[in-house]
């Protein structure tokens, strides 16, 4: 309770220390409004261009995106019932909902190491030992 407590004043402090300080100095003149160098304000820009660009010329439904979106969620719900039936089911959801984000090229190492010590610990750790390292599993 303690954590979730900590977790939810933080983000809430993060938001308004985020506004306020946008607000005081300006977004454009931080570092990380500067859109040649920051992925913030890059992100940020480009959002609000596509935005506009839609607004101004709007197109319609682009089918192809709606098709693999629907493919997508229908493999997410096979992988989740696959889960679900056969015990020890290698792949999961999150794990292909993942692995085409952004940024999973950045932090695929500490994903593989997480899954080789949980892996070795579950499978050759007698109870103890997992009721030990479950803490470093959790979240």
């Known amino acids: 309770m303690a954590l979730l407590l900590a977790a939810g004043v933080t983000l809430l402090l993060a938001f308004a220390w985020t506004l306020i300080t946008y607000y005081s ?6 570092s990380i409004g500067q859109r040649g160098t920051s992925m913030v304000a890059s992100q940020s820009y480009f959002s609000f261009a596509n935005l506009m660009a839609a607004h101004q010329a ?3 439904p682009e089918w192809g995106g709606i098709f693999a979106m629907g493919v997508g969620a229908a493999v997410t719900m096979a992988l989740s019932y696959l889960r679900v039936q056969f015990l020890g089911f290698p792949l999961h959801p999150v794990g ?7 940024g999973m090229h950045l932090q695929w190492a500490s994903f593989l190491i997480a899954w080789l010590i949980k892996t070795l610990v579950t499978r050759y750790g007698d109870c103890r030992c997992t009721a030990a390292w479950c803490p470093c599993f959790w979240g």
Do not use: I, M, T, V
């Open 25 to 30: 100095h300006g977004f454009e003149l931080l």
């Open 58 to 60: 709007p197109k319609g």
């Open 96 to 102: 292909y909902l993942a692995a085409n984000s952004w």
